[in-house]
């Protein structure tokens, strides 16, 4: 009997050495790092370190949060069990301290990007403003971002901006032995003597803030002299011993390029501005040739010529490299866009991209025309106008000029959408909307076409939502509709889900589902495009 127990005692023992040590290996093991608190009313934990990926999980304000690294604007930190990445500005520190205390710009991605009166796509539209424009970062809330442009303060969809920490200096090109090399001297210099206002006006103010006292007004072309300077603000000799403020964005520290004697075209040379942060800027043109720069959003660099879809520019005056041409905005030296080439949009379009594409976007029903109402109040008009929104972003990245039929809560006739199409030369349009039906237990996704040569695009589109997506899939099936009856182009209508659904809606209508489904539409027009290439 004793035996019996020691036997026993032993197998207990080897078996809680066997458990417990895999039980603790098995946890993941806790951050080393600074801890942190959440900012916000609301925080998303993400997947990657960027808006445009996944949301792991809402985090509430004051949630104490672990950071385990930092990549530019953004922490990889460990809450609880699970890690992510969370936005650096929109957390603090144990002692109050905040990243929101840096002064932060925003930089658009897109053109005519929508700055509206209030957090919303519902909102009314203040104005509208062109890729690569730059503005103060105010503060976020969830999507959206709040940002001061010019004497206007609104609001800006999050995932068309990136925000970074305001700053002057131009990047160098990196030496040899893997360090920034200090002695190239970058042909667009900081003066700091003598600040150029770059737009129609400007207000000069008392302080360096935009609610201070106005002493004049500045307009474009006037140089002045600088006498210091505060974060974002410039103080400058606005009249002899008068002093003032006027906000940096609003102009350059920039000294002139050097001239060629030989050529006339200097002083109408063209730039481009980076409006993605880590942009790459390439030996040759091509995505797989060595990298001879990571630039931020915001950086400026002379053109020197076009290569297809890629520029080449002046790094420094001893060096250039390629940037392509779909993640830079291009200007000339006036401050006004630039007119593309027509011969440019010809060159041969390379797979894995959609350059020299138009992709309409047709966002279903707006203004009195609500659509179907989920059972939780859902209004579809407005997830479809969201939905299309997010896609745009991911075409326009890809090289694709997108056409939206509507980019504001408005009502747009049925046929005149297709007229949108038709005038656009649409090479694909979309039309994005959600399902409902009377029997509220079905569900799923479907994509429709109704003319035959739009049959093997709804194949390709809805493939590649069925590898993103949970919900059932339903196929791509014939579907009489106007927007697709009547339109000459490669036509397709896509029904995400049914908001009658009550559980379906409750997926549906969460950024991650708006996020995988968007990809999932992506990757199938550009598996569409590549194939017509093969």
Known sequence: MKKNKIIIGLSFLLLFTAIVPYYFSARPALANGEPLYVNAEILYLREGPGLSYPILDTLKEGTEIMSIEKQGDWHHVQVGQQEGWVAAWLVKTANGQSDSSIEKTVISQVNALNVRVAPSLSASVLTK???????????????????????????????????????????????????????????????????????????????????????GLATEGQQFKVVSRDHNWVEIEYEKGKKGWIYSFYGTFTKQLKQNPSSEKEDTKNFVTIIYNGTNLRESPSTSSNVVVIADAGHTYPIVESEGDWFKV????????????????????????????????????????????????????????RGTTGVRGTDEKDINILTAELLRSKLQAAGANVVMTRESDVFVDLRKRVAVSHQAGADAFISIHYDANEDSSVSGFTTYYTNGYQKKLAEYVHDGLASKVNLKDRGPRFGNYLVLRENRQNAILLELGYLSNASEERAITTDYYREQATLGIYQGLLNYFDDQLD
């Not at 206007?152 to 305001?166: N, R």
């Not at 005056?317 to 866009?337: F, I, K, L, M, P």
């Open 314 to 369: 002046a790094v420094n005056d001893r060096q250039t490299a390629y940037v392509a041409n779909w993640v830079v905005s291009e200007n000339n030296s006036q401050g006004t866009t630039a007119k593309k080439n027509n011969t440019s949009e010809a060159a041969e379009r390379k797979k894995g991209t959609l350059k020299g594409l138009t992709i309409v976007l047709d966002a279903g029903h707006g203004g009195n025309d």
């Open 129 to 215: 403003i062109s890729s690569g424009t730059e503005s103060k970062f105010l503060k976020q809330e969830q999507d959206w971002i709040q940002i001061q442009f010019g004497e206007m303060t609104g609001w800006v969809f999050a995932e068309y901006v990136t925000v970074k920490e305001a700053k002057t200096e131009v990047p160098a090109a990196p030496s040899d032995n893997g360090q920034q090399d200090q002695s190239n001297e970058p042909l667009q210099q900081i003066d700091p003597n003598t600040f150029t206002v770059n737009v129609n006006a400007v207000n000069i103010r008392k302080k360096p803030d935009l609610t201070a006292k106005k002493l």
